[in-house]
């Protein structure tokens, strides 16, 4: 009887210690990060928010360095909204990766976080979208070009080496993709655009700026 | 070239096939390369420096709505060899899919399915876009200028 106790004592022991484990070893990430979430859409793992943190409204976009209608979106629907929407604070905005279309994708989102570290996220993540070809794999966002971008934002580079090549956020931008999936993305740019009242809109594709001015005007 | 489009489309059946040709591939070509969005409104709109794209897509439509009901008339009317006609289909579809695959839910659902064969399959057909469509607009415009000239011959067409 003692010697079943003690064997299911050490059982439940083990059980209780890889919980643990478990946990802290996939909450060591979330360290220093605020649960973000809106409607539906958890972007605890994404960008820093643009904007004003407390606009009623959030726009999140899950998105690939290497695909071109994200391109076409930040390039021609980008500019406009952050204009009339975020520089005004009626609406903020968050960057999710959905990092699948070539092998040098997530590379490319891991890099924007070693930028982040360094307080230079949006500005690393304009300057891939505005340093991007047309080409998916063709060396433009490989582990060389991805620190001579980091390299010319004037960032500490033995930080961002050590980030990059640790593979520090590879699991971060896992987590995103596999978020991204959960919410029913199949495509990049994916748009989810949540209310005051939690109401939630998604918009697929580089949809142009009046279907954002209309879905937000309805929503303000 | 004139008599030999009259030949074929004075049959009806021919103006409606090529008429449901051209209006699946541009539109679905359209919404595909999205110039065309459904949801949440119905909006078209040709981003900046996309413009080729768009022309190529125009073009690739006609010429599908011509040639396909062309050789299928020569297969109909003719009892002639669907060789043609599969060159004719064969171009259409690469055509098609070069720009259909990209960032959006098709070449999604290709990467989830088909692992890093359907990632390279993929990168090849997003960054040869332009090179395929235009490769297949040049196909089809030999299979039409081939098929005019063997209609003149099979039907004397003066």
């Known amino acids: 009887m003692n010697k079943k106790g003690i064997l299911i004592g050490i059982i439940i022991s083990i059980v209780i210690l890889s919980v643990i484990v478990a946990y802290s070893s996939s909450s060591v990430e979330t360290e220093n990060l605020d649960v973000r979430t809106y409607g539906t859409v958890s972007t605890t793992m994404g960008s820093p928010i643009m904007g004003d943190s407390s606009a009623p409204i959030t726009i999140v976009e899950f998105g690939d360095y290497q695909c071109h209608q994200c391109y076409n979106w930040f390039h021609n629907t980008k500019p406009p909204l952050f204009q009339n929407y975020i520089d005004t604070g009626k609406v903020n905005f968050v960057f999710v990766d959905l990092a699948f279309l070539g092998r040098d994708s997530p590379k490319a989102a891991q890099a924007s976080y070693c930028a982040e570290d360094q307080g230079k996220y949006w500005e690393y993540h304009n300057h891939l979208y505005n340093s991007q070809e047309s080409q998916i794999d063709n060396g433009w966002a490989n582990s060389e070009r991805l620190k001579a971008f980091a390299f010319s934002l004037d960032l500490d580079m033995e930080l961002f080496d050590d980030c990059l090549d640790s593979g520090k956020y590879t699991k971060r931008v896992q987590y995103n993709i596999d978020e991204a999936k959960k919410l029913g993305a199949n495509g990049t740019p994916t748009f989810f655009i949540v209310g005051p009242d939690g109401q939630q809109q998604k918009l697929v594709g580089a949809q142009p700026y009046s279907v954002f001015k209309q879905v937000l005007d309805s929503m303000i | ?158």
């Open chain 2, 1 to 158: 070239m004139m008599q030999t489009l009259k030949l074929v489309f004075s049959n009806y059946f021919y103006i409606v096939l090529s008429s449901v040709i051209f209006t699946f591939m541009l539109i679905g070509l359209l919404v595909i390369s999205e110039y065309i969005f459904l949801d949440p409104y119905l909006i078209g709109h040709i981003p900046q420096g996309t413009e080729f794209g768009f022309v190529l897509i125009v073009i690739l439509s006609i010429l599908s709505a011509l040639v396909i009901p062309m050789n299928i008339y020569r297969i109909n009317i003719l009892k002639k060899s669907k060789g043609k006609m599969r060159s004719s289909v064969f171009s259409s579809f690469i055509g098609s899919i070069a720009g259909a695959c990209s960032c959006g839910p098709i070449g999604f659902a290709v990467v989830s399915t088909f692992g890093s064969v359907g990632a390279t399959a993929l990168s090849f057909l997003t960054n040869f876009e332009l090179p395929i469509r235009v490769g297949a607009i040049g196909l089809l415009a030999f299979t039409y200028y081939t098929t005019v000239k063997s209609l003149k011959i099979e039907c004397q067409v003066i």
